[in-house]
């Protein structure tokens, strides 16, 4: 049963069409993920289908009894209320109904009547809908699961991010028959959104229309994705994984057909050339069948963002990179970071994860020299150049142009833009700026007047103009569509620096990172080697070490009555060779490499366009991913192992 129907939108400002004739129907129950090049009207879309903004042309349908709930990027709350008070109203349905109930059945045992007993009958079956009976500590509940904690201090004092999360909260406690969900990953740590994912796969009873660049959440939550392109939409059955395969399926078809019309169009050409003296009928239909074919412009493939040779922009660096010795960092009289050492060497790309509020942000900080460590020291190599994209992008001027703010000067699209260099390699900006898909006309627009994932873009190209070869990426993939993300992550791996990334994108850290460091609490911060998918599993496999060492051992029955004996002290561990040692000095290295195969033979794997333009063996290409995971798992084994003996005695 259709939630919602939507025909014949269109939306436009000024020359630029977001929405051209797009239609959409959404059904009870269904999780329909919506995807597009960042700027091409997304939100847009979401904002029409919610009733928060109109469309130009079209019709909206939703069913009589629906109710439809938007999570805006940037949500407007009532700053004098407290998390409680705003999440508790989503809850308001739920108190009525309640509140109904009871007053029927205090009607009823006055005075019972057939139509009083069928209206509490309705009204039970709504409170069913509606979660059921024992709600009264869902606000605080959902509060906790999304991190928020202070659930009394007005939201006006709160960040951007706590914010974000109090609206969601709202969200989910009300349980709308369509939640429309616009990027509702950003500022959510990786463990949230785990949570998340579960619970509007397995818990959410409505039907959900979302927006994000979470590929992960993309695939283990939607039945459906939805790509808009060109301001149409099209439509493919399953989450992100089956996008591709489909999409490259289509993406081939209409290659084959384009080269069809091609070879049409060329055989009637010379068959028009030859002017035969007499047009029959079936002549004149023949050039008519040619003039159309002719006529005919070909749909034009959505551009793409490519950054790939930017890398030859990075300076060179020396032997020595940046080295972290005995870092303390306290904020607050709260220990955020205690006794970390870490030392880079060329091609280290370090994933930074841990809860919000774990101290993420300060670490990268305390490396740009911004903030200061309260104990130990960060030793910046001598030709190590730091370039920091920060998550709020406050290195931006919203008045400024976008080539103005590249340029970094007021009046550089008046003045003269100048140039960008690249090695021995120099490019005119505004050449540079097309690469990030703003053609002339697009780059004279005030950054304040930009989407999200276009600002992203701004503050990416200016990092990456800079020189730099230590890249620091503080929520890197918030905002961007995962076209430009797929991009990022090709230009990333191939990067001949050094790259310390914050992120909660699991399909990124999985793409790029070489090791995490993960925030612990307490201030441990602790390394591991490979993406985020293998620290996850190191992680889980030790605590279930752990619980088995806590668990206690019953001892056999028939042995009650005997005496204890005191336990087998665990055998010593066996000291390093000197060729172990050589081989667990080297392990880091090895293991990188076996992620990066693994990397390499994702990237095949989802790429499109490696299905258009030829044919590949998906089988044996998934085996050979089988076979490189289960590589990258017996070397981290055997580090492990090699790691724990490292400090043995003969």
């Known amino acids: 049963m259709p939630v919602l129907s939507a025909r014949g939108l269109s939306k436009a400002y000024g020359p630029q069409t977001l929405l051209s004739d797009a239609s959409i129907t959404i059904v009870r129950g269904e999780r329909v993920g919506l995807l597009g090049v960042n700027g091409t009207g997304k939100s847009t879309l979401l904002r029409i289908l919610a009733g928060k903004e109109p469309a130009d042309t079209g019709t909206i349908d939703r069913r009589r009894d629906a109710t439809v709930i938007f999570l805006e990027q940037e949500p407007v709350l009532d700053p004098d209320k407290t ?54 500590h869902i606000a605080s509940d959902m509060l906790g699961k999304l991190g928020v904690l202070d659930v009394d201090r007005p939201v006006g004092t709160m960040s951007g991010g706590e914010r974000r999360r109090v609206a969601l909260a709202h969200v989910l406690v009300a349980r709308p028959t369509l939640a429309v969900l616009d990027e509702p990953t950003n500022h959510l740590d990786a463990d949230t959104i785990d949570w998340l994912e579960t619970y509007l796969k397995t818990e959410h009873t409505g039907a959900v229309l979302l927006v994000t660049h979470d590929r992960y959440v993309l695939d283990t939550v939607c039945d459906r994705i939805l790509e808009l392109d060109r301001g149409a939409l099209q439509s493919y059955r399953g989450g992100y994984s089956d996008f591709l395969e489909e999409k490259a399926e289509r993406l081939a078809h209409e290659e084959r057909v384009e080269q069809n019309r091609m070879n049409f169009v060329r055989r009637e050409r010379v068959w028009l050339m030859r002017q035969p003296k007499a047009r029959s009928t079936k002549q004149k239909a023949r050039i008519d069948r040619a003039e159309t074919a002719i006529a005919l412009v070909p749909q034009r493939p959505p551009d793409a963002i490519d950054l790939v040779g930017l890398e030859r922009g990075a300076a060179d660096l020396g032997r020595s990179i940046l080295d972290i010795e005995g870092l303390g960092v306290t904020l ?8 970390f050492d870490i030392h880079l060497v060329v091609g ?39 370039a920091l994209f920060d998550q709020g992008r406050a290195e931006l001027e919203d008045d400024w142009s976008i080539l103005d703010n590249v340029a970094e000067r007021e009046g550089a699209s008046r003045t003269g833009a100048g140039v960008v260099t690249f090695g021995k390699e120099t490019m005119e900006l505004r050449s540079y700026l097309e690469l990030f898909l703003f053609d002339g006309a697009k780059q004279r627009q ?37 076209a430009t993300l797929s991009s990022l992550e090709e230009l990333l791996t191939t990067w001949p620096g050094c790259v310390i990334a914050v992120s909660h994108d699991r399909y990124f850290l999985d793409r790029v990172a070489t090791s995490i460091v993960a925030f612990e609490g307490a201030g441990s911060l602790v390394r ?40 087998d002290a665990p055998p010593p561990a066996k000291p390093l060779t000197y060729g172990e040692r050589i081989e667990l000095d080297k392990m880091m290295d090895v293991i990188a490499a076996a992620e990066a195969r693994v990397i390499e033979l994702e ?13 590949l063996d998906g089988k044996a290409m998934a085996e050979a991913l089988a076979a490189a995971q289960t590589e990258v798992s017996r070397l981290v084994e055997r580090w492990e192992n090699l790691e724990s003996r490292r400090g043995a005695k003969k």
């Open 446 to 482: 005030s950054v304040g007047s930009l989407s999200g994932g276009e600002r992203a873009r701004v503050a990416l190209a200016k990092i990456l103009k800079g020189g730099a070869n230590l890249l620091l990426l503080d929520e890197p993939t918030n905002d961007l569509d995962v």
């Open 348 to 386: 280290d790309r370090i994933g930074v994860v841990g809860p919000n509020g774990a101290g993420k942000t300060s670490l990268l900080r305390v490396v740009t020299g911004e903030l200061a460590p309260t104990k130990g020291r960060v030793v910046l190599g001598q030709r190590t150049k730091v």
């Open 603 to 615: 990237g095949e794997l989802s790429d499109p366009g490696r299905y258009a333009t030829k044919r």
């Open 83 to 136: 998390p409680r008070e705003i999440v508790e109203e989503g809850l308001a349905d739920w108190k009525a109904a309640t509140s109904r109930y009871a007053e029927l059945t205090h009607l009823i045992a006055g005075s019972p009547s057939e139509e009083l007993v069928r209206e509490q009958s309705l009204v039970g079956e709504r409170i069913e809908q509606l979660g059921g009976w024992a709600r009264s």
């Open 528 to 567: 591991y080697p490979g993406g985020y998918t293998s620290y996850v599993s190191r992680r889980r496999a030790q605590v279930d070490v752990a619980t088995a060492r806590a668990a206690p051992r019953a001892a056999p029955r028939a042995a009650a009555a005997a005496p204890s004996a005191a336990p």
């Open 332 to 339: 607050a009289g709260r220990e955020l970071v205690s006794n």
